[in-house]
């Protein structure tokens, strides 16, 4: 079932959708793009929201 995270930014809003698939999770990112991240116990919400975090991340940097 694919799920969402939400991110606010400096009044902006950003969202990722993800699924997991076995101990995989596939988090797609605003910009069409995906990432994949072995969980290996992590939560799959945290994991994702912090792949959000660091796409915010770079697009702040491009600025």
Known sequence: MEEEVTLEHEGETYSASYIQVGDE????????SERR????????????TTHLRAYIS????KL
């Open 58 to 61: 770079t697009l702040k940097r």
């Open 37 to 48: 991240t072995l969980l290996r116990g992590l939560k799959p919400e945290h994991a994702a």
């Open 25 to 32: 999770l596939l988090t797609y990112l605003p910009d069409g």
